[in-house]
C-alpha cells in the first residue's frame, strides 16, 4: 500500500486512548506482510517482530514505539433530553468542538455532532468568555429512553474529521498524532525487506499514550529491547508559533536532542542522516516527558532511548496537517539506523 494511502487508512479509524482494538487490527494487516510475528496484546498494543541475521541465544533487540491511540471524549452523563454530556480523554482542546461531528463508541457506534447555546440566545456577559466542555452537548437526535441500551457513563467518542490532501504533499486529518508515527513503523520494517540487519526489530503501536505512557511501560519491561527510539510528532511551524519551539514541515524528521536522550543514539541518528544525505532537523527538549521516550527509559534499569518527531501543524486538532516526504525520511532513517547496529555500538552505548 502506497504511504499516503495508508495513513488515510490509518487514520480513518478510532482508537481513542483505552479503545484502540479496532485500530491496532488496522495496524496488525499492514505490518504482518514485513514481520516474522505480530500480535496484539492484553493492553491493546500491536507488535511486530521482524528477526535480525544474528545467531544464537543472546539476542539483540530494538524496540521502535509509535502511539497507537488518539485523544478524544467520554460521556459524562445522559440527560433528559437525550444529550450527552462529555468530558476530555487525554488533551482534547475544548474550543475545537462546538460544530464537530462525532461517533458514540456504545454498544453500536451512533453518529452526533457537538452542539452549544448559540450567541443569539447568550446571556449579556456570557459571550466572549472562553467556552468550557460544561457549556457543550452531544445530540444524537434519540431520545433518553432510546440511548440508555446503548450508551452508558464511560463510553468513548471519537472526533470525526475528513483525510484531505492539501498542496505540496501535505495531508490532513484527525489522529496524525501518531498515526504518522505508526505509518512510520510500517514503512521502516518495509525498508528493512531490502536491508539487512543483525538485530531483531520490535515495531510496536502502542496504547494509551495520551493518558498515562501506559503501552511503551508494559512493552519495553516485557520486551527488555537494548535500545529504544519513540516516534511521535512535533509542532510544525505556522502563524503566530515561537520560532524556536517548532520544527518546520518538509525539512525532515527532527531528531530530539535532551539530557534524557541517550548521546550515542541521537549522534547515530544525526551522522547517518547526514551520511545518507536525509534531510533532517533537530528539536531541543530540555524536560523529559510527552512522549513514549520517557516512558521506555525508565524500565527496568534504564534503557538508552531516542526520539525521532515528524513536524506537525493545528496538534490535537481535527486538521493536524504534515507532510508526506517527512514520514518518508523518517522511515528511511529508522531503516537505515537498525541496519548499522552492531556489538561496536552496544559497546558505545556505555562510553559516554
Ligand atoms: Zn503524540
Known amino acids: 500500500m502506497e504511504l499516503k494511502e495508508l495513513l488515510k487508512t490509518l487514520t480513518d479509524v478510532s482508537g481513542v486512548s483505552g479503545h484502540e482494538y479496532e485500530a491496532a487490527q488496522v ?4 505490518i504482518e506482510p514485513f514481520s516474522d510475528e505480530v ?6 498494543n500491536a507488535i511486530a517482530l521482524k528477526r535480525g541475521d544474528q545467531i544464537g541465544e543472546d539476542r539483540k533487540k530494538i524496540l521502535l514505539a509509535a502511539h497507537l491511540d488518539e485523544i478524544g471524549l467520554m460521556v459524562t452523563k445522559i440527560e433528559d433530553g437525550g444529550f450527552l454530556r ?6 482534547t482542546d475544548v474550543t475545537i468542538l462546538p460544530g464537530q461531528a462525532v461517533t458514540i463508541l456504545g454498544k453500536e457506534q451512533l453518529k452526533g455532532v457537538v452542539g452549544a447555546k448559540p450567541p443569539h440566545l447568550q446571556e449579556p456577559g456570557e459571550s ?11 445530540d444524537t437526535g434519540r431520545k433518553k429512553e432510546e440511548l440508555i441500551d446503548i450508551v452508558e457513563i464511560g ?6 474529521s475528513e483525510f484531505t ?18 505509518a512510520v513503523l510500517v514503512e521502516t520494517l518495509r525498508r528493512l525487506k531490502e536491508r539487512k540487519h543483525e538485530w531483531d526489530v520490535y515495531a510496536i503501536a502502542t496504547a494509551q499514550e495520551e493518558v498515562s505512557g501506559l503501552g511503551a511501560i508494559t512493552t519495553a519491561f516485557h520486551i527488555q529491547p537494548d535500545v529504544a527510539i519513540a516516534i511521535d510528532v512535533t509542532f510544525g511551524d505556522g502563524p503566530g508559533m515561537p520560532e524556536r519551539r517548532v520544527s518546520p514541515l518538509g525539512k525532515g524528521p527532527a531528531i530530539g536532542l535532551g539530557p534524557n536522550f541517550h548521546p550515542k543514539i541521537t549522534q547515530k541518528l544525526r551522522d547517518l542522516a547526514s551520511e545518507y544525505e536525509i534531510t533532517h532537523q533537530v528539536e531541543f527538549d530540555p524536560y523529559p516527558g510527552g512522549t513514549d521516550a520517557y516512558s521506555l527509559q525508565v524500565s527496568r534499569e534504564g534503557i538508552p532511548a531516542g526520539l525521532v518527531s515528524i513536524p506537525l501543524r493545528n496538534m490535537h486538532s481535527t486538521v493536524e496537517t504534515l507532510k508526506l516526504d517527512d514520514v518518508k525520511r ?15 555500538f552496544q559497546e558505545e552505548l556505555k562510553c559516554f
Open 86 to 91: 462529555i468530558t476530555s480523554v487525554g488533551g
Open 128 to 138: 466572549g468568555k472562553p467556552i468550557q466542555m460544561d457549556d457543550l452537548y452531544v
Open 165 to 182: 490532501e492539501l498542496n505540496s504533499g501535505c495531508i490532513s486529518a484527525m489522529a496524525m498524532d501518531d498515526r504518522a508515527g505508526v
Open 330 to 344: 523518517c522511515a528511511e532513517l529508522l531503516s537505515i539506523f537498525i541496519s548499522r547496529l552492531d556489538s561496536k
Open 39 to 44: 500480535n496484539i496484546d492484553k493492553m491493546g
Open 155 to 160: 463510553t468513548l467518542v471519537r472526533i470525526e
Open 27 to 30: 495496524v496488525v494487516k499492514n
